[in-house]
């Protein structure tokens, strides 16, 4: 079969369920396709294949036996934040090239244990600081619609590689959009669960507060299939949540009728790309039909939620980032003078320039006699931003809105201005602050690059989450769409 990259999980499944190809052949097809693809766009930044056709061999085993899960002998990719035991984690850094994780992040465990089959680890923006993937140690990764465009990040090499069919799903980590932006500039399916869903045991932190790891796919029923594996406690993780996950699959096909849509008069004002507008639109017209109420919303705060993230963010990040000093792992500077010059020179080689940019804006945030005026303050504002989307989600069963105000940019564009990379993530860094769930589905195109609407919901409401999508995916083809170069 030539069209397997074409196909959604749920398919693959049934394909090697009734034994028309084998686990291994599987494997092999989307090996092949990555040595075809990925020099043009630098999705990857390890291939396992030898231990991934040894998984395939033992997931082969199991379903000739019966014992096939839904994920048995599936392929998959690992962000290369995820610690995996004896392969690199590099983080996109420097720092850590030279890093083999002597473990396995909780996340990469789990999907171990349901007989998946690792490919390789993505690119990304260095230590998940950025919104393009193009501060990455090993060089940017392109967009599979047209690779003159950025893929999104920090995510971005996860969403890169499923829309071109190097993999069928991926996971990824959203601290502030970073698996939701790539979802939407790739035209995939990505879904930031709720604060304390997934573990961040092995996890590599960049913001301990606001890190998520979730589930990447062409499809919202892929996402679920995913998440049921990737979910639950984890007692290693302190910020794990106690609630009992569930099976993310169940409510899939339930009515959309008497759906109750908030639309926030903050993300449809000026700043959005009129052709994203028009996609959004269509896809609530769409919704609509299937049922739902649409009614205009207001998150009053929501403005201030990019000067509140990029201080608690870094601030975060500059604790995090400490332990990266050429003392115990990672690189360490050739013949230091002392232990100063170690630290120093470990680091200024180590870290790329974005990462300095938000350490050094983080260290100052909690510096003495600035703790008061930004991180504190910061920390309230998130609380008024949380207090939005309560106040608002107890009106309304979901809130709907563009993910990006405008579609991926060129490659390039945003590392000449830093900020305006930062005002991309103004429809997604809230929910962050707010540790809500939200998925971005693809809903069209606008200068001849993909849309994805953002759902947000309540806290622990992926299920309905993945109702709404799964549903408009059923009456839409957008997410079934490949990039032309990659068919």
Excluded at 86 to 113: H, W
Excluded at 255 to 267: Q, V
Excluded at 367 to 374: H, I, T
Excluded at 394 to 418: C, F, Q, R, Y
Aim: hydrophobic share 40%; with cysteine; glycine share 8%.
């Amino acid at each position: 079969m030539s069209d397997l990259h074409c196909k959604t999980l749920t398919e693959l499944r049934g394909i090697l369920d009734s034994k028309q190809i084998s686990a291994q052949e599987l494997a092999q097809h989307f090996i092949r396709r990555i040595q075809a693809h990925d020099s043009t766009l630098n999705s990857f930044i390890s291939v396992t294949e030898d231990a991934g056709l040894l998984a395939a061999q033992r997931a082969d085993e199991k379903i000739a036996a019966g014992q096939a899960g839904a994920l048995t002998g599936i392929p998959v990719a690992h962000k290369d934040i995820f610690c995996t035991m004896g392969v690199k984690t590099s983080c996109g850094s420097r720092m850590l090239d030279n890093f083999i994780a002597p473990y396995n992040a909780s996340v990469v465990e789990r999907l171990n244990q349901a007989d998946t089959v690792m490919l390789g680890k993505t690119n990304m923006d260095e230590f998940a600081m950025g919104s393009t993937s193009e501060s990455s140690y090993y060089g940017a990764t392109k967009n599979p619609w047209d690779t003159q465009a950025v893929p999104g990040g920090s995510s971005g090499g996860s969403a890169a590689a499923i829309a071109a069919g190097l993999t069928p799903i991926a996971t990824g980590t959203d601290t502030g959009g970073s698996i939701r932006q790539p979802a939407a500039y790739c035209g995939i399916t990505g879904l930031k669960p709720t604060y304390g869903r997934v573990s961040r045991f092995g996890m590599i932190a960049y913001a301990s507060s606001l890190d998520q790891g979730g589930p990447m796919a062409r499809s919202a029923e892929d996402c679920a299939l995913l998440l049921n594996v990737m979910a639950g406690f984890d007692a290693r993780d302190s910020t794990s949540s106690e609630q009992a996950s569930e099976d993310y699959t169940a409510q899939l096909n339930l009515d959309l009728t008497g759906l109750k849509i908030g639309l926030p008069r903050e993300y449809f004002g000026a700043g959005l790309d009129v052709g994203v507008a028009q996609a959004i639109d269509a896809a609530i017209s769409e919704l609509r039909k299937l049922g739902a109420e649409v009614r205009e919303v207001s998150l009053p705060n929501s403005e201030l939620a990019i000067p509140a993230y990029y201080v608690i963010a870094p601030a975060e990040a500059s604790s995090n980032l400490s332990r990266f000093d050429g003392v115990r792992f990672g690189h360490r500077c050739d013949a230091p003078k002392d232990l100063t010059d170690l630290y120093e020179r470990s680091r200024a080689e180590g870290f790329g320039d974005e990462v300095k940019r938000r350490i050094m804006i983080g260290t100052y945030a909690l510096s003495s006699g600035y703790y008061d005026a930004y991180y504190l303050k910061a920390q309230r504002v998130r609380r008024l931003i949380a207090d939005d989307f309560q106040r608002v989600l107890s009106e309304v069963d979901v809130i709907m809105g563009p993910v990006t105000p405008s579609v991926a940019p060129n490659l390039g564009e945003s590392l000449k201005d830093p900020v305006a990379m930062y005002l991309s993530d103004i429809y997604t860094v809230p929910v962050n602050l707010a540790g809500l769930p939200a998925i971005s589905i693809p809903v069209g195109f606008a200068h001849n690059r993909p849309v994805g609407l953002q759902v947000i919901g309540k806290a622990f409401a992926e299920s309905r989450l993945l109702n709404i999508a799964h549903r408009f995916q059923q009456a839409t083809d957008w997410h079934r769409q490949t990039p032309p170069a990659f068919k």
